[in-house]
C-alpha cells in the first residue's frame, strides 16, 4: 500500500511539473530593454521588478536586459513585446536598427515607458513608432490627467474625469499625427506645460503592422508600487500582446 501511495504521489508531481512547464512554453514572453546613454532613470530597477511581478500575476513571462546586442532576428523572434523602460540616448547601432525594425513590421507589439520618447533622436523611424519625442520637462510635480478613452485597458479602470498624480510631466515635439490619444494632461493644474489644451501624455496606434503603446509616466521610483499606475502599465502590455483590443 505505501508503495502504491509512493508511485501515486509521484505521478502527481510529475504531472504538475509537467503543467507548469506547458504553462510557462504557452505564456508569451517580453523583453525589457532599459539601455541609456544620457540622462538614468534611479527607478529603473524598481521598474523591471513590477513589470517581472505583473509578468508573473498575469501569466507573460519577462527577460530584462540593457545588452542592445540581444537586436538581432534570431534573439527578437522569441518575444510577443519589446518595452523600452526608460531608455535614453543613442542605444541602438544600424545593424540593431534594422533588426528592430523587421521585428516591428511581423506584427510584434511594443510598450515605451517615460523616457523611451527621449531616445534614437536620430531614428525617425523610432520617433513614429514611439509616437512623440522628448522636448523639456518642469520639475516633478502633482497635476491632472484628463481619461481620453474609457474603454482601452489602460485606461478604463481610472476615475471618470480626472486622475491626479505625481510624476515628471514631460513636453513633447514631433507628434505623430496618427496616434490613438488615451491620456492628456491639464496644464492649467501645474506649472510648466507647453503642449497646450490637447497635451498628451498616453497613446496608443497601429504602426508597421504592431500595436505600439506609450506612456509618459513612469519617472519616479513610487510610481512601480502605485496599483492605478501597474494597471496602467499592464492595460498597456496587454494591449501590446493582442490580448485586450
Same mark, same amino acid.
Given at each position: 500500500?505505501?508503495?502504491?501511495?509512493?508511485?501515486?504521489?509521484?505521478?502527481?508531481?510529475?504531472?504538475?511539473?509537467? *503543467?507548469?512547464?506547458?504553462?510557462?512554453?504557452?505564456?508569451?514572453?517580453?523583453?525589457?530593454?532599459?539601455?541609456?546613454?544620457?540622462?538614468?532613470?534611479?527607478?529603473?530597477?524598481?521598474?523591471?521588478?513590477?513589470?517581472?511581478?505583473?509578468?508573473?500575476?498575469?501569466?507573460?513571462?519577462?527577460?530584462?536586459?540593457?545588452?542592445?546586442?540581444?537586436?538581432?532576428?534570431?534573439?527578437?523572434?522569441?518575444?510577443?513585446?519589446?518595452?523600452?523602460?526608460?531608455?535614453?540616448?543613442?542605444?541602438?547601432?544600424?545593424?540593431?536598427?534594422?533588426?528592430?525594425?523587421?521585428?516591428?513590421?511581423?506584427?510584434? *507589439?511594443?510598450?515605451?515607458?517615460?523616457?523611451?520618447?527621449?531616445?534614437?533622436?536620430?531614428?525617425?523611424?523610432?520617433?513614429?513608432?514611439? *509616437?512623440?519625442?522628448?522636448?523639456?520637462?518642469?520639475?516633478?510635480?502633482?497635476?491632472?490627467?484628463?481619461?481620453?478613452?474609457?474603454?482601452?485597458?489602460?485606461?478604463?479602470?481610472?476615475?471618470?474625469?480626472?486622475?491626479?498624480?505625481?510624476?515628471?510631466?514631460?513636453?513633447?515635439?514631433?507628434?505623430?499625427?496618427?496616434?490613438?490619444?488615451?491620456?492628456?494632461?491639464?496644464?492649467?493644474?501645474?506649472?510648466?506645460?507647453?503642449? *497646450?489644451?490637447?497635451?498628451?501624455?498616453?497613446?496608443?496606434?497601429?504602426?508597421?503592422?504592431?500595436?505600439?503603446?506609450?506612456?509618459?509616466?513612469?519617472?519616479?521610483?513610487?510610481?512601480?508600487?502605485?496599483?492605478?499606475?501597474?494597471?496602467?502599465?499592464?492595460?498597456?502590455?496587454?494591449?501590446?500582446?493582442?490580448?485586450?483590443?
Amino acid at each position: 500500500m505505501n508503495k502504491i501511495r509512493t508511485l501515486l504521489s509521484l505521478l502527481f508531481l510529475a504531472a504538475g511539473f509537467a *503543467g507548469i512547464a506547458c504553462a510557462q512554453k504557452s505564456a508569451p514572453k517580453i523583453l525589457v530593454f532599459s539601455k541609456t546613454e544620457k540622462f538614468r532613470h534611479n527607478s529603473i530597477p524598481d521598474g523591471i521588478a513590477a513589470i517581472k511581478k505583473l509578468g508573473s500575476e498575469n501569466n507573460f513571462l519577462v527577460d530584462a536586459t540593457e545588452d542592445a546586442s540581444v537586436f538581432n532576428p534570431s534573439d527578437l523572434k522569441k518575444y510577443a513585446v519589446v518595452l523600452f523602460l526608460n531608455t535614453t540616448g543613442d542605444i541602438l547601432n544600424d545593424e540593431q536598427q534594422r533588426a528592430f525594425e523587421k521585428y516591428i513590421k511581423s506584427k510584434k *507589439g511594443y510598450v515605451g515607458v517615460h523616457a523611451a520618447t527621449d531616445t534614437e533622436y536620430g531614428w525617425p523611424w523610432y520617433g513614429k513608432l514611439s *509616437g512623440a519625442y522628448f522636448l523639456s520637462h518642469p520639475a516633478v510635480q502633482t497635476a491632472r490627467f484628463r481619461v481620453e478613452d474609457k474603454k482601452h485597458p489602460a485606461t478604463a479602470f481610472l476615475p471618470d474625469s480626472v486622475w491626479v498624480r505625481r510624476d515628471e510631466l514631460y513636453n513633447f515635439k514631433d507628434i505623430n499625427p496618427n496616434l490613438h490619444i488615451l491620456l492628456t494632461i491639464d496644464e492649467q493644474s501645474y506649472k510648466g506645460g507647453t503642449n *497646450g489644451p490637447n497635451h498628451p501624455m498616453a497613446w496608443c496606434h497601429v504602426y508597421e503592422g504592431s500595436r505600439a503603446f506609450t506612456t509618459a509616466l513612469g519617472h519616479t521610483k513610487e510610481s512601480y508600487t502605485d496599483p492605478l499606475f501597474l494597471k496602467h502599465l499592464l492595460g498597456g502590455i496587454e494591449y501590446a500582446l493582442g490580448r485586450r483590443k
